[in-house]
Nanobody
């Protein structure tokens, strides 16, 4: 599975942004998809995950209620709708794919896209 993230940019606090992750590979629909982010000077952290089968979603507490992850198996993509953005959401955002169920651990994701930078100004 190859992944290509896009949609980052510079926005103001309170704005919305939608990240996209295009995937290649015919088995895309069998992978759980996640978004992670790495704020400046900090370690990468889990943001959201959507399962491959039921489409169940999971979120980090810090973004719960503001971000929504979704996937489109027909178009082979996963998305992250980010609303009410805050300066602390500034980070390099990565999409990743995993065949495993431990969705919050980045070590369980064998496939990663390049990051897309989101900068939120106050």
């Amino acid at each position: 599975v190859q992944l290509q993230a896009s949609g980052g940019g510079l926005v103001q606090a309170g704005d919305s942004l939608r990240l996209s992750c295009a995937a290649s590979g015919r088995t895309f629909s069998m992978y759980g998809m996640g978004w992670f982010r790495q704020p400046p000077g900090k370690e990468r952290e889990f943001v959201a995950h959507v399962t491959w089968n039921s489409g169940s979603t999971y979120y980090a507490d810090s973004i719960q209620g503001r971000f929504t992850i979704s996937r489109d198996n027909a178009k082979i993509g996963v998305y992250l709708q980010m609303n009410s953005l805050k300066p602390e959401d500034t980070a390099l955002y990565y999409c990743a794919a995993t065949p495993y169920s431990d969705y919050a651990q980045e070590s369980t994701y064998p496939y990663w896209g390049q990051g897309t930078l989101v900068t939120v100004s106050s």
